[in-house]
């Protein structure tokens, strides 16, 4: 299982409800979480069933940033 993180825009728990939905569908429920104290409000995923270009995808379809980090 790989671990891929996202610099986001996700700055709040309104807008973690706006991603849970594609988040859980693709990687599942319980294998995300945003980092909302981080300045660059990190999202941690553990990649099982999607790859980091769905979730990316996903993420910018309901109206939101994410760039992946090295």
């Known amino acids: 299982m790989e671990t891929v993180q996202f610099k986001t ?3 709040c728990t309104g807008c ?3 991603v849970s939905p594609v988040l859980n569908e693709l990687a599942g429920e319980g294998k995300w ?3 909302l104290l981080s300045p660059e409000k990190v999202l941690t995923v553990k990649l ?3 790859s ?3 979730i990316k ?3 910018e379809g309901v109206g939101y940033k994410a760039e ?3």
């Open 9 to 11: 825009n996700i700055k």
């Open 16 to 18: 973690i409800a706006a």
């Open 33 to 35: 979480e945003v980092d």
């Open 48 to 50: 099982e069933k999607a």
């Open 52 to 54: 980091e270009q769905e």
């Open 57 to 59: 995808k996903a993420i």
């Open 68 to 70: 992946e980090i090295s």
